[in-house]
């Protein structure tokens, strides 16, 4: 059997791992990378218009399939990614950055050559990444098996990226040899046992227990673990905004997503009454606690992450989540307790059909058209904002990148969802102003075959940060007027639908016409340049909050001078 090299190697590691799409933009330091993916039966080449998209494809793959994977030439390709990867490590997505670099001996001699600093550093870059990823590598023929096994590891247990720099004259060079292949350290059984002790203890004694399931369940892929425990316990249970998804929200035991008062006051209730709450996986950062207005009181608090649990002051160290939840599973009891009802975020569909279109009428229709099996995709701003209150179908998932909030972000991480998924509708729903940093991967859409729906709310500009600065008026939050729904017909997609809507039987029969068609769909919502959800109005009110500013400062973020028609704007 003949020796594989070490990019051959690691291409078949990773197809291991259910990567078969490899991203990226093609270099002179990739190119041997690029060779080894498409000479594998088990992986495809996916070339994208940047680095930048590349990534953020990877990142929506990965919360599709687990894993994903991006390829860039040295130094100008790797940073053109850096702000992608740095999101994928900040909301704990596993991508693989495989940067392929100069050859050994020009490194060695510390040649000024392309795509360098122009110092001799060759280093540079893998020191910069070493701050956004969980663990780096510069692969040899000598380490290659010995570094790939332990990035492959450090991903599967902290679900984070790691990066590999492959010099070009190393991908084609046999492997020294095998090492054992990443198997977890297996559980200390007495501190799981104490652990297991002290929530039964507290769990026993709670007269209204309530589960609050974040980001990390999903990302470990422990959603039929945290079914299974809510079920057995017989628990009720809400997520948090980047959680969103991580149990069926058509279970009857779900009462929400939790945003404080801000967007269901029923699931707020829940969980503010609750004397016992049993935190799964959260981060609680501002975007994702609405300012800060969620507030999990921690004397009632039993946290469990991915690597340890808390309660109270207790710290039980190196207990992986799925341990927890699987021990917890079996020592609780199940208890008659009545699962509160709540009432849904979104009111029904409403309108008149010449009515210009509002996000009063848009977001209740986009719960109608969601289905089962969906891939919903939202964009930071007003449509993850609007979109946050959906109660999803069965099987519907939702990916949203609501901690880093990189704009332009949703648009390549739909196409990395759809190859992901190919069997699955993928449903983009962004902005005008995000849209326009990241459009062009539309077109690989087209060129590989995907056929989501994306709507494109056209707002005239950045809606949101009219909603958080203090002038909505401040002229550098307008951008250039696309026809946007002529996007596709442009990247030559020659049978894709195509429409702009501009009132509520434009949408109407704009939704209608895309449930038919098995081609890529592209609606252009037309709304209003101060037209947002009501989330969006509220989240004004606490903005001071969301910047740590008192009312006396809040104009140093800008002038006020807010129209009264946003307190008025509907939705």
């Known amino acids: ?9 690691l291409v078949a590691r990773l197809a291991e791992l259910g990567i078969n799409d490899f991203f990226g933009v093609p270099g002179d330091f990739n190119f041997n990378i690029c060779t080894a993916v498409e000479a594998s039966e088990k992986t495809r080449w996916v070339g994208c218009c940047n680095e930048l998209n590349a990534a953020y494809a990877a990142d929506g793959y990965a919360r599709v399939k687990g894993f994903g994977a991006v390829v860039t030439t040295f130094g100008v390709g790797e940073l053109s990614a850096i702000n992608a990867v740095a999101g994928s490590f900040a909301e704990y997505v596993p991508v693989f950055h495989i940067g392929g670099s100069p050859a050994m001996s020009v490194q ?20 910069m990444y070493s701050e956004v990823t969980a663990a780096h590598a510069m692969l040899s023929a000598d380490n290659a098996t010995a570094e790939i096994e332990r990035l492959i590891g450090v991903a599967i247990s902290e679900r984070r990226p790691v990066y590999i720099n492959l010099p070009v004259d190393v991908c084609t060079q046999p492997i020294a040899g095998y090492v054992p292949r990443f198997a977890p350290l297996p559980v200390d059984p007495m501190e799981l046992h104490a652990a297991v002790t002290d929530v039964k203890a507290r769990f026993e004694k709670a007269k209204r227990p309530v589960v609050v399931a974040d980001a990390k369940v999903i990302r470990f892929g422990l959603q039929d673990q945290l079914r299974a425990f809510v079920e057995k316990a017989n628990l009720p249970v809400a997520t948090l905004a980047m959680g969103k998804g991580a149990i069926d929200e058509q279970h009857p035991n779900f009462v929400g997503t939790f945003m404080g008062r801000l967007i269901n006051p029923d699931t707020s209730h829940v969980l503010e009454t609750a004397d016992l709450i049993i935190a799964l996986g959260t981060i609680l950062g501002d975007t994702n606690t609405a300012a800060y207005s969620v507030a999990l009181d921690r004397s009632k608090t039993i946290e469990i992450q991915h690597d340890h649990t808390r309660v109270l002051r207790a710290r039980y160290d190196d207990i992986p989540m799925a341990d927890m939840l699987a021990a917890l599973t079996d020592a609780l009891e199940p208890a008659p307790r009545p699962i509160p009802s709540v009432t849904a975020a979104l009111g029904p569909a409403a309108g008149d059909a010449g009515d210009k279109l509002t996000a009063h009428h848009y977001y209740p229709r986009m ?71 990241t459009a062009q991967e539309v077109g690989s859409m087209g060129r590989f075959g995907c056929k989501p729906v994306i709507l494109l709310n056209n707002n005239d500009g950045y809606t949101i940060e009219r909603y958080v600065a203090d002038d909505t008026m401040d002229p550098f939050n307008d951008i250039a007027q696309w026809d946007y729904h002529k996007l596709p017909a442009a990247f030559g997609i020659g049978d894709a639908f195509a429409v702009k809507a501009e009132t509520v039987s434009d949408l109407d029969a704009a939704l209608t016409k895309a449930r038919a068609t098995d081609a890529l769909c592209y609606i252009e919502v037309v709304m209003d340049k101060m037209d947002a959800p009501a989330f969006m109005r509220l989240l004004r009110e606490h903005r001071n909050q969301l910047y740590n500013v008192s009312k006396e400062e809040s104009g140093k973020l800008g002038r006020s001078s807010t129209p009264a028609y946003v307190a008025a704007c509907p939705g």
């Open 1 to 9: 059997m003949k020796t594989p090299t070490v990019a051959e190697y």
């Open 108 to 127: 060695n001699a510390r040649r000024v050559i392309h795509h360098t600093l122009g110092n001799g550093d060759f280093g540079v870059f893998e020191r």
């Open 367 to 437: 719960q109608a058209f969601v289905q089962p099996g969906d891939i919903l995709v939202a964009e930071t701003g007003t449509t993850m904002e609007g979109s946050v209150g959906l109660r999803l179908p069965s099987g519907a998932e939702y990916l949203s990148q609501s901690l880093w909030m990189s704009i332009g972000w949703a648009t390549p991480a739909a196409f990395g969802a759809a190859m992901a998924a190919p069997d699955r509708r993928v449903i983009l729903m962004t902005g005008d102003g995000s849209h326009q940093l």
